[in-house]
C-alpha cells in the first residue's frame, strides 16, 4: 500500500482506541480525526464533505427536535405511570411493561431518545416502590438496542445503513426486521424476569402507593401535545411513504420538525435546537470523515478482496461472517464507528461480484444493533443510561451488566442467524 494509506490506517487505529478508552470525549477525538485525514492530505475538503452523510445526520436533526418539543408536554411519563397502574404495581410486571414500551419507543422514536425519556420515569417509579433500579435499567438498555433494530429510525445503525443503500427503504426495514425483533424481545422478556423476580420485591402497602399517582397529572401542555401527536403520526406516515413519493428520510423528519416549530411558534426554537444532541451529531461528521480517508487510499477496497478470499464470494458465508463479526465487535466497540467501517466494505464486496448485497445489509444491521448489547460500551444508549444511573447513586458496573447482557446478546444473534438463513439464503 501507498505511504498516504499507512498514514490514513495510523489516524483512524488511534482514533478508534482513544474513542475505545474513553479518556477523551469520543465526539473531540472523531472529530480531530477528521480534520488531520484533511490536514494530512489525505483527503481534501471537497472530498471529505462528500462523505459526510447528510441523510443520516438530517434525519437525526429532525427527530430530536420532534421528540425533544413532544417530551415536554408529559406524554412519556404518562404513559410510563399508567402502564406501571395497569398491572397493579407488581415490580416484575413493571419491569416486563416498561421493557416493552421501551422497545416500542426506540423503534419510533430511536433508542438513545426513547431511554433519556424512560430512564427518569423508571428511577421515579422504583423510588416510590423501594426496589432497586439496575435490573429495571439493564432490561431497559437491552431492550431498547432490539426494538431499535426494527425500524430504519430506531438504531442509529440502521439510519446510516438505510441512508447509504437507496432501495433500503423504511417499509423494507418493517419487512425485513420487525418480526424478527419481536420474536428476540420475547424470548429475553422471560430470561429477565427469571434473572431479576427476586430483586425486586416490594410491599403492598409501596404498591398501593404506586396505584395513587396520577397519570393526567403528567401531562403538563395538553393543546401541545395535540400538535406533537399530529406531527409524529404525518412524520410517521411519512416515513412509510417516503420512496413513494421520492423524498428522502431527512427530508421527512426535517419537514416534521420545522412543521411542528411552526405550530407551537418562537417558544420552542431555541429550546428545540437546545435539545438536538450537537455531540452526536459532531461525533458522526468526524466518523464519515475519517472512514472517507479509509475509501479514498484504497484501505476499504483492500479489506474487501480479503473478506471475499475468505468466504470466496460466497454470499452465505459472507453473511454469517459479517453477522456475527458485527455482533462481536459492536459489543465491545461502539456500534457507530463500526458501521461507519463496514458500509464502504460491503458496498466494495458489491463492486467485486457479490451479486446480492440484501442479505449483507440484514446481517450487518442485526449484529451491530443485537450486538450493541453485549457490553456497556456496546452502544450510545447503554453508555447514557449507565451514566444516569450512576449520577442517581445506583452505578452499573461494567461486569454486572456484562454477565447478564452477553449470553443474551449471544442467545438473540443465534435467533438472528437462523433467520437470515433461512430467510434469505436457504
Known amino acids: 500500500m501507498e505511504q498516504q494509506a499507512w498514514i490514513a490506517i495510523g489516524i483512524f487505529l488511534v482514533i478508534y482506541a482513544l474513542i475505545i478508552t474513553e479518556k477523551i470525549h469520543r465526539t473531540i477525538v472523531a472529530m480531530i480525526g477528521g480534520i488531520l485525514m484533511i490536514v494530512m492530505g489525505i483527503v481534501d475538503q471537497g ?28 406524554l412519556f411519563r404518562y404513559i410510563a405511570v399508567w402502564s406501571a397502574k395497569k398491572v397493579q404495581g407488581h415490580p416484575v410486571r413493571i419491569l416486563i411493561v416498561l421493557c ?14 426513547t431511554v433519556l425519556l424512560m430512564v427518569p ?12 433500579p439496575v435490573p429495571f435499567l439493564i432490561t431497559q438498555i437491552m431492550s431498547s438496542n432490539i426494538g431499535g433494530t426494527a425500524t430504519l429510525i430506531g438504531d442509529p445503525p440502521n439510519i446510516m445503513i438505510g441512508s447509504a443503500v437507496e432501495e433500503l427503504t423504511f417499509m423494507s426495514f418493517i ?12 424470548v429475553t422478556l422471560p430470561f ?19 396505584m395513587d399517582m396520577d397519570e393526567r397529572a ?9 400538535k406533537c401527536i399530529v406531527v409524529l403520526g404525518l412524520t410517521i406516515i411519512g416515513f412509510f411513504v417516503h420512496q413513494l413519493v421520492h423524498l428522502e428520510s431527512a427530508t421527512v423528519a426535517l419537514a416534521g420538525a420545522f412543521l ?37 487510499t484504497g484501505v476499504i477496497a483492500k479489506l474487501a478482496t480479503y473478506a471475499m478470499e475468505i468466504t470466496g464470494g460466497d454470499v452465505t458465508k459472507s453473511a454469517v461472517l459479517i453477522l456475527w463479526l458485527s455482533a462481536v465487535a459492536s459489543a465491545f466497540l461502539d456500534n457507530i464507528p463500526f458501521v461507519a467501517t463496514m458500509i464502504p466494505l460491503i458496498q466494495e464486496m458489491g463492486a467485486m461480484g457479490v451479486s446480492d448485497l440484501e442479505p449483507l445489509w440484514w446481517s450487518l444491521a442485526l449484529g451491530a444493533c443485537l450486538g450493541g448489547n453485549g457490553s456497556l460500551i456496546g452502544a450510545s444508549a447503554n453508555l447514557i443510561v449507565a451514566g444516569i444511573s450512576g449520577r442517581e447513586g445506583h452505578p452499573i458496573s461494567f461486569m454486572k451488566y456484562f454477565k447478564i447482557a452477553f449470553p443474551l446478546m449471544l442467545l438473540s444473534v443465534a435467533i438472528a442467524n437462523i433467520y437470515v438463513y433461512f430467510r434469505y439464503l436457504a
Open 218 to 226: 403528567e401531562i403538563k401542555d395538553p393543546v401541545l401535545l395535540k
Open 121 to 132: 420515569v423508571t428511577l421515579s417509579i422504583t423510588r416510590q416502590l423501594q426496589v432497586n
Open 192 to 210: 429477565f424476569v427469571l434473572i431479576y423476580r427476586k430483586q425486586i420485591k416490594t410491599t403492598d402497602e409501596l404498591r398501593l402507593g404506586m
Open 100 to 113: 416493552i414500551v421501551t422497545a416500542v419507543g426506540s423503534a419510533f422514536l430511536d433508542n438513545v431518545t
Open 175 to 186: 419487512n425485513n426486521l420487525s418480526l424478527i425483533s419481536l420474536l428476540i424481545l420475547l
Open 260 to 296: 411542528l416549530l411552526l405550530l407551537t411558534g418562537e417558544h420552542y426554537l431555541e429550546e428545540a435546537f437546545h435539545r438536538v444532541e450537537w455531540t452526536t451529531i459532531f461525533f458522526f461528521v468526524g466518523l464519515f470523515v475519517l472512514v472517507g480517508g479509509l475509501v479514498e
Open 47 to 74: 472530498a471529505a464533505l462528500h462523505h459526510i452523510d447528510f441523510n443520516t445526520l438530517g434525519l437525526l436533526i429532525g427527530m430530536m427536535i420532534i421528540v425533544g418539543i413532544t417530551a415536554e408536554t408529559g
